[in-house]
Nanobody, 125 residues
Framework: QVQLVESGGGLAQPGGSLRLSCAAS????????MGWFRQAPGKERELVAG????????YYPDSVKGRFTISRDNAKTTVYLQMNSLKPEDTALYYC??????????????????WGQGTQVTVSS
């Protein structure tokens, strides 16, 4: 079975940084795109980063572009999200997700499946 376990969340000040990790198992990790989503109370789940099977293509929405970086280590079956220049509006529960195939997709619900339990990120002064 697919298993995705996020870690690395916590409290950061505005302008600070956090690095999230997602340990994946139960599928051929290197064959699939991966993504990071976030969901704040009262808001829909939002894709904040996606990465192709090889890591050669990435996607970011304008809200995080230039601040967040997604990467993956296929040998360790782990995907990362480096978050810099954090803002209070980045506060959310962050989820790792498995893509439906090998290509990165700029979509929330149709391009990905199997979300983890999430790790909380809180940005506050």
């Amino acid at each position: 079975q697919v298993q995705l376990v996020e870690s690395g969340g916590g409290l950061a000040q505005p302008g600070g940084s956090l690095r999230l990790s997602c340990a994946a198992s139960g599928f051929r990790f290197s064959s699939y795109a991966m993504g990071w989503f976030r969901q704040a109370p009262g808001k829909e789940r939002e894709l904040v980063a996606g990465i192709s099977w090889s890591g050669g293509i990435t996607y970011y929405p304008d809200s995080v572009k230039g601040r967040f970086t997604i990467s993956r280590d296929n040998a360790k079956t782990t995907v990362y999200l480096q978050m810099n220049s954090l803002k209070p509006e980045d506060t959310a529960l962050y989820y790792c997700a498995k893509g439906i195939d090998s290509v990165v997709r700029a979509t929330t619900e149709t391009g990905y499946e199997y979300w983890g339990q999430g790790t909380q990120v809180t940005v506050s002064s």
